[in-house]
Structures are given as structure tokens and as C-alpha cells.
């Protein structure tokens, strides 16, 4: 895990859910032994995005709501590498969400992690569209009007290969289901619960604590959708959390893609051999 350690300090607030799902990225790539040179981090804007300078390897961070594409477009270019792509519940449910759409659809081959604290943190507390309806918000104290995206009937709704779900104040689970993740063949979709004890005075550290219930202590199939979207939506009285659903047999868009069919090479490998430098002595 030291490898991946930076002597940048932390900036997130005492108490603070990305922590936790720090701790738990950088034990899930030291046990899948994976160095810091073979994994590509990707990061949104938001509180989650300044782990950007606190977690050591290649690491990009883009635009806001963005970071589906440019963590797919890596991946293409080179899928030999794993990527790991973190957003927001505000940028990746509202901003990001067309992204998030197609990643699912065309089961690209990388790691999302929402990093789910239903509000945008980094601007001091607004309402995303994952705050619970009816929560009086920073800049919103009567609460805001529309209702909750319901996130988990939209995901499964698009037919996803790979849905977990986590809690900030749970590392070791969190470890497993990242292993998971990254190991799975196409899109992995894991929404992280993110305690974030600034703005979000519904969803406490505590409250999760309280709520959450592993499916890997009683009899759960990963392969069984139907259930799986089930105990996904259905958080009235516990939250079903770990890997939920996984369909270990569709290939990723990679995979399908024709003109790669039979190839051994990776685009980046090719585009290596390829002398541009005519061309950008024109462009100078
Ligand atoms: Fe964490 Fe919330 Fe503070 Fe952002 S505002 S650093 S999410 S506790």
C-alpha cells in the first residue's frame, strides 16, 4: 500500500467518507498486485477529485461530469491497463449522466466508483439530484422541489454486467468489492455511500452504519437480476450492499468490436510506431 502513499496532505473535512474509500482503493490494487505504474486513475471535479494528489500512479483529472469518457477513451487505447474512474453523485447523476448511459450500455471495460455523499461537497453543500427529497440544503434550506432520482432502478434499467454497492465506513468490504470490480470483464458500476458529515446531515456515518446489510452474509446470487434490482431499490427499512449483480459472460465493447478482432497489438502500441513529427512542425 506505501507505494501508492503521497506526501501531499489530506484536505478532506475530519470525518469525511473518502477516507475510507482512499484507504480501500489503495488496499484493493496492493492486493490484486497491482503497482502504481499499472493502473490508470481517473478523477471527476469534486471533493473525491483531490485524491488526485494522494494517491500515486497515472492519474488524469478532467472536466466536471467528464469522467466516463476520458477514462473509457484511456482504456480503449490501451486495455491492458486496469482503469478506475471516480465521480460524484452530483456531476455523474446530473452533469455526466448521458456518460454514465452509454458506459453501461456498451459495457466499456473500466471501474466507476460514485462516490455517493447525495450532495456536490466541493461547492458547500447544493442539492444533487441523489439528496433525499425533502432535505433542507445549504443553498436550498426549504428543500428543493423535484424528487430523488431513484439511481439504482435507472442503472438497472440499462441492463449493467456489474452493480455493488458500498459504505465508506466499511473497508474491508469495500476491498472486496473493488477486487471485483476491477477484475470484471466490462462496466462495474459501484456506488459508494459516502459519509460526508459537512452537508449531509441525513445519510450520517452513523445512519449508514445502522442501515447496512452485507448480501455476502446470507444466501445472495449475483447472477440473479431480477433479485439483485430488487434488494438494490428497496432501501425503506435496510440497504443491501456488496457485489449485488454480475453477469461474468457478456463481453465487454472492446471485445465486440470488430476491426480489433484477431489483433494482438493495442492501439497505443501502434500509434507509437506512427512519426508525427512532420506534422507538428506544421502546426508550429
Ligand atoms: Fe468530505 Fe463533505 Fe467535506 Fe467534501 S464537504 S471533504 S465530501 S465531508
Redesign the pocket.
Given at each position: 500500500m506505501s507505494d501508492f502513499g503521497s506526501s501531499n496532505p489530506c484536505?478532506?473535512?475530519d470525518?469525511?467518507?473518502?477516507y475510507g474509500i482512499w484507504t480501500a482503493v489503495k488496499r484493493a490494487l496492493a492486493e490484486l498486485k497491482i503497482p502504481p505504474h499499472g493502473v490508470l486513475l481517473c478523477y471527476d471535479v469534486?471533493?473525491?477529485g483531490?485524491m488526485s494528489d494522494k494517491l500515486s500512479g497515472y492519474r488524469f483529472h478532467g472536466l466536471h461530469g467528464r469522467v466516463i469518457p476520458f477514462a473509457s477513451g484511456a482504456k480503449l487505447a490501451n486495455p491492458r491497463i486496469p482503469v478506475i474512474a471516480h465521480g460524484g453523485d452530483g456531476a455523474c447523476f446530473s452533469e455526466g449522466i448521458g456518460h454514465l448511459v452509454h458506459a453501461i450500455r456498451s459495457n466499456y471495460p473500466i471501474t466507476f466508483i460514485l462516490?455517493n455523499?447525495a450532495?456536490y461537497?466541493?461547492t458547500?453543500?447544493q442539492a444533487s439530484s441523489l439528496t433525499w427529497q425533502g432535505q433542507p440544503m445549504n443553498t436550498s434550506p426549504n428543500s428543493i422541489p423535484e424528487a430523488t432520482l431513484p439511481s439504482m432502478d435507472f442503472v438497472f434499467s440499462l441492463n449493467p454486467t456489474f452493480v455493488a454497492r458500498g459504505f465508506s465506513g466499511n473497508i474491508p468490504q469495500m476491498v472486496e468489492i473493488l477486487k471485483a470490480a476491477v477484475q470484471h470483464r466490462g462496466f462495474a458500476f459501484v456506488d459508494m455511500l459516502?459519509?460526508?458529515?459537512?452537508?449531509?446531515k441525513f445519510a450520517t456515518h452513523n445512519w449508514l452504519l445502522e442501515h447496512v446489510y452485507d448480501v455476502a452474509e446470507g444466501k445472495h446470487d449475483t447472477s440473479d437480476f431480477a433479485n439483485a434490482r430488487a434488494i438494490a431499490i428497496d432501501t425503506s427499512e435496510r440497504i443491501s450492499t456488496g457485489v449485488l449483480y454480475q453477469n461474468m459472460d457478456a463481453p465487454s465493447f472492446y471485445e465486440r468490436l470488430k476491426p480489433r478482432e484477431n489483433i494482438k497489438t493495442v492501439p497505443t502500441e501502434e500509434v507509437a510506431k506512427v512519426d508525427v513529427g512532420e506534422f507538428m512542425k506544421e502546426m508550429v
Open positions: 484536505t478532506w473535512c470525518g469525511c467518507g473518502n469534486g471533493c473525491h483531490n462516490h455523499n450532495n461537497g466541493l458547500t453543500g459516502q459519509a460526508c458529515p459537512t452537508y449531509n
